[in-house]
């Protein structure tokens, strides 16, 4: 392939890429950040780390309070409002 070696990736297919996302529709946007973001191997060990930081870190009362406000507002969600 010809092309510039940009950080070990060849630019053209870079290009290549990123002129074919621009012709697609938001909601396969949608579904190529999910796919792409899939390939990385770090994302599963970064999301688990997240969880270990933050498990249990509102406990008791204040955890109550934080459940019920998430049920109370799901709710009311339009899964429609942001088409």
Known sequence: ????????????VIES?????????ASKLVEVAHFIS????N???ERIAALNATAGCMAGE???????AVRE?????DADAWK
């Open 38 to 41: 899939g390939l990385n191997p």
């Open 62 to 68: 204040e955890g109550e309070a934080f459940e019920k």
């Open 43 to 45: 994302r599963r060990d």
């Open 73 to 77: 507002e799901a709710d009311r969600i």
């Open 1 to 12: 392939m010809d092309g510039l070696q940009s950080g070990g990736l060849n630019v053209t």
């Open 17 to 25: 890429i990123i002129r074919n996302l621009e012709t697609l529709p």
